[in-house]
């Protein structure tokens, strides 16, 4: 490299962005990059002119190390989705002139879905107007729904921090009810993939029963069905632990939690917050079998906890960072990273780069045939697929008992 | 000891209270007790003849450990309370001749207010009837509400969770927003003490900016004055984060919660359960201030996180279960074991009994002046007294990327 890479992180956060920075950073530098820049706030902060010379804040290995630890985007993120490049050239004009002045070779996006849209829509400028910018994205979400690529990075440690936190609610369940029923739902999330509430079977193991049922979105929700199963289930055991996606829907398409007359609320991608449905079931459930219910929901805390992050997972977040500059370096532009899995057992996965327009605007989901034909679990195969990707652990710096991170003061509106 | 010991645990399950149940079986076991029972779901339990012996289950050291290391009530629990006894003098008929036939030499109760109540009435009817039983309470709850006793195993540990997980949050939170305003209510157990909620300070360090507000139910909480203090801080920060206890009320008693019209629950000891504080706070503040809002409930993952368990916490749970059988040996009755703290830095704090009719249903709060006098924050005196608690860690045995934990299989109706 010649020239300078920028940065962004984009989309919701996650416990194993800040490690695909890192790998970022360091390959940049390794490959002769002049200097790396972060763009704050992703592409939206990148058009107020919103930036930072990473090398002021990153300044030695201790810092790489607590870089990997810290959890959510170090960057900060946006939410944002660039105008088609036909209706309003300006934006895109704008842009590339501040790329332009920054002497940018390659522009790296770290995101979901909805980033590389972004990806894809600056590469498409570049070559029509003649750039020769690269733009590479490298894969990010704890939803693990992108198209082409085995996992994303950041569904590892979700998964791990799922499978425990169930696994805990279990025992906390199992010795509550003495007699009489208690059904504990789970919300976990998942808009229409059940990625993050299949990792629920990670529970279950010679110590754990497991969660008793587990509902993706990809199988259409039957309300009394679940009754039925759980009035079943409460005749032979006094608690019924049950893992379900935010996401579950009726076979007419809707949401469960919007059956409870909800407030609505959508994101800047038009997507539906959905919120309310382990609530909303566990009020139903109660009403119908007369038991004592409870709802957890694993909110933010399933997406930002680096504490028990899966050092699989950090340590391919970070490959996925250095591959995405080295695709760069090497002329690759409008491609995402992806990772290629050769085995499962030992586990053994590289990674390759795509035409992210075949990825761009797709959602990868739970294949019909890793959930039981009545949909109320996940089988083996899902077991096998999830499970090489919570190995291992990146033990937290603790200071004074609680883990450090790295800091970047933002209190501050920026 | 020349006969037998039995065991029960009692009350809302924590990450410790499985530490203290070790404690006892080693120190009876080194006392010599021949048999160490265990009731299953406490007291409840044992009036319908359900125990095990101990040594069938918990045989090596690696079972100890995992036992230290398994969240909740590894008997099983139970929230029950014995009646008066001139009320019902048949109940405790029935009780003493269970621990008769099991030539019970002493009893032990691991649990919180209510529990000590249980040793109370059972220590008072031994008096009374010219029983040479002796029964010892073991402290234990996450609320940290216990009399005379400096702190209580279970806390320190549920401290430690909180801490890790609201520093997590506002990582999360810091990130997400660019310019536009967001406000996140972390709802924390604690119905009308704060210990819990005021650990969220722990988040507070060179690192992390810590929570903006703190709201303890020990002062009373005035709605207007909150909106006007978080309208404040949105003038200057794209972020807010507010940590609140969900038994937090009004001037006139009535819990924020209520105001929103929620149904209402009551436990087995006629305690309002309450729930959807800081989801009515959020609806509250986006409504009035029209700014983005996020509730999170930490739920029952702050008292099951072994996983992120003190290690000060558990060596001093084990420490309390093995000083109750010691003080039950050496004749004590009607006690509980208190931790005494002899110094907070470098911290030493060592065990006594005291009288148990002076600890049961009593409840201790947060002092006044560790709180701020706006009563939006904790004192440096509360950093000071938690720090200590949440000192060390004992790292899970991870098998297959998932913490692994001791098993009594419990599914099937007990």
Known sequence: MTGNVIVGQSGGPTAAINSSLAGVIRTAKDRGAKKVFGMLHGIKGLMDEQYIDLSDYIKNDLDVELLKRTPAAYLGSCRFKLPEIHEDMKTYEKIFEILNKL???????????????TIKKLSDYAILTGSDIRFVGCPKTIDNDLALTDHTPGYGSAAKYIG????????????????????????IMGRNAGWLTGASILAKGEDCEGPDLIYLPEVAFDIEKFKQRVEKLLKTQS????????????????????????VEFVDAFNHKQLTGTAAYLCNYIGAELGCKTRAIELSTLQRAGSHLASRVDILEAYQVGGAAVLAADEGDTGKMVTLIRHSDDPYQCGTEVKDVHKIANDEKLVPRNWITHDGTYV????????????????????????????????????
């Open 164 to 187: 425990t936190s169930v696994k805990e609610i279990i025992r906390d369940s199992y010795c509550l009810e003495y007699g009489k029923g208690l059904v504990t739902i789970v919300e």
């Open 103 to 117: 002497e940018i070779e390659a522009l790296i996006y770290i995101g979901g879905n909805d980033s590389m849209d």
């Open 239 to 262: 608690s019924v632990v049950i893992c379900i996606s935010e996401g579950i829907h009726t076979k007419d398409g809707k949401y469960v939690c919007e059956l409870g007359n909800n």
């Open 379 to 414: 089988t083996e195969a899902f077991i096998t697929y999830v499970r090489p990707l919570i190995q291992g652990d990146v033990s937290p710096i603790m200071v004074d008992g609680i883990p450090r991170h790295i800091y970047r003061p933002t209190k501050k509106s920026n």
